[in-house]
């Protein structure tokens, strides 16, 4: 399994994933010109897509969808709720909303030989979820929009070769910045985002012998720095016993607006 960011945070989200055989995109919250540029950037373009989807319905996650599927008909897939919220976006416009397949948020997906899992997480939209990805061995998690996790979520996102999840915001930022009351109040709720240290909390309970790469996503613009949230999570690593004090498990941010790394596991 290989996977890539091409995009993380509020101004928009989407990752690559594939295998051997299959192909899929996480969410589609940018430009198909991006996604156009970093897929050819690794040998591929979007006509090699098997599969897309949706985590849910925010523009953030899906401006770029309705675009894509007018041009390349590529099945979408998401839970009932997020269906309903992408059909009901009029900034899409009109495209085949047969493409739409729904899923349950507790439900497994295979395409190909790669095995997507669904896990109902809070969040302010209609039917969030976080995934994980199998395939030959191999698991990839990602959980962002959290408002906060849980011993199911942890358990669900568990014993991965890799994740990605969100450390969104440090709270005194957040809490001394520009925002209005109203919207930092969401994003601290229990429907909002997690910060950097809750992020740190949640990385080091899902740390195993085997994770080879972490990536912390959906870094607020306003409200975080790169190298705050790197440092805050890594703090947090060194505390557990499985990192030794010196193992970061390849810890890195995952780029605004720019593809990161290509992942192999």
Known sequence: MRFMTIASGSSGNCTYIGTEKTNILL?????????DIALSDIGMSLSDLDAIFITHEHIDHIKGLGVVLRKYHIPVYATGGTVRGISECKSLREFDFSLLKSIRNDQSVTIGDLTVNAKSISHDANDPVC???VSEGKKLSYATDLGYYDEDIISFLMDADALIIE???DIRM???GPYPYILKQRILG???HICNEASGELVSRLLNEHVKHISLAHLSDK?????LALETVRQAIHQNPLSGGEKDFGLCVAPRYVAGQLVEL
Request: net charge negative; proline share 4%; hydrophobic share 30%.
């Open 27 to 35: 969410d589609v919250g940018v430009s198909m010109k991006n996604i």
């Open 174 to 176: 957040l809490e001394v």
């Open 131 to 133: 995934y994980t990805f």
């Open 167 to 169: 450390a969104n915001h």
């Open 190 to 192: 229990d429907k909002g």
């Open 223 to 227: 409200n975080n720095y790169p190298d």
